[in-house]
């Protein structure tokens, strides 16, 4: 079982829609939790990063964790074409720097 | 405040061949990170540097290593380059837990 699992993708939704994306990670020690997005060709940029049980909102996005269920979720409201890009889930497991990634969810917004 | 710089941006090598790529962090970010980018494995981490002492090391061969110079500015070599070496370096500066990744090396080996 990999440590962080991301829904395949690609994940296609109207311009305007919310997109809805999902990772799982198998370590329950798991502390902190980071949503990336790469552009293609680019180097993977932060978007949010969330460490408690419930919702954290940021903008057009807004990050969910459940601890319990240990899953996190990334809701991109309003999306626009400028979104359309991989985005990486990543967790952070003993408190230190070392990040498991998923391997991604690639997103296009149709106009 | 400048981001993260990776030199060189593209390399080209040969098997069996050696190569360093630098990585100067955000200034005042003292912890370094590396990562490896494939299309077939995604991001996975090489190692971490803290205050030029290797904090964390990933699950890769003893052929990959790195360091950290005073400055916080880190290297990281790759011995005997196989094919399969091929990929998107990586180095990512820290701050507060949070990572910034540089532009990214993007190294071929023929």
């Known amino acids: 079982q990999k440590e962080v699992e991301q829904n395949s993708g690609p994940l296609s939704v109207p311009e305007g829609a919310i997109a809805s994306l999902n990772c799982t990670y198998s370590?329950?020690?798991?502390?902190?939790f980071f949503w990336y997005r790469q552009y293609s060709g680019k180097s993977p940029e932060l978007i949010m990063f969330i460490y408690s049980n419930g919702d954290k909102e940021d903008g057009r996005f807004t990050a969910q964790l459940n601890k319990a269920s240990q899953y996190v979720s990334l809701l991109i409201r309003d999306s626009q074409p400028s979104d359309s890009a991989t985005y990486l889930c990543?967790?952070?497991?003993?408190?230190?720097?070392?990040?498991?990634f998923g391997a991604g969810t690639t997103v296009t917004v149709r106009a | 405040k400048a981001g993260v710089t990776q030199t060189p941006r593209y390399l080209i090598k040969t098997r069996g061949q050696q190569v360093t790529l630098s990585c100067s962090p955000i200034s005042g970010h003292r912890s370094v990170s590396w990562y490896q980018q494939t299309p077939g494995q995604g991001l996975q981490f090489l190692f971490e540097y803290f205050s030029e002492t290797q904090r964390n090391k990933g699950n890769f061969p003893g052929r990959f290593s790195g360091r950290q110079f005073s400055n916080s500015r880190s290297e990281m070599n790759v011995s005997t380059l196989e094919l399969g070496d091929s990929a998107l370096y990586l180095c990512a500066s820290h701050s507060h837990n949070e990572q910034f990744f540089g532009p990214g090396t993007r190294l071929t080996v023929l």
């Open positions: 990543a967790v952070n497991s003993n408190g230190d720097y070392k990040l498991s």
């Open positions: 370590d329950r020690g798991s502390q902190s």
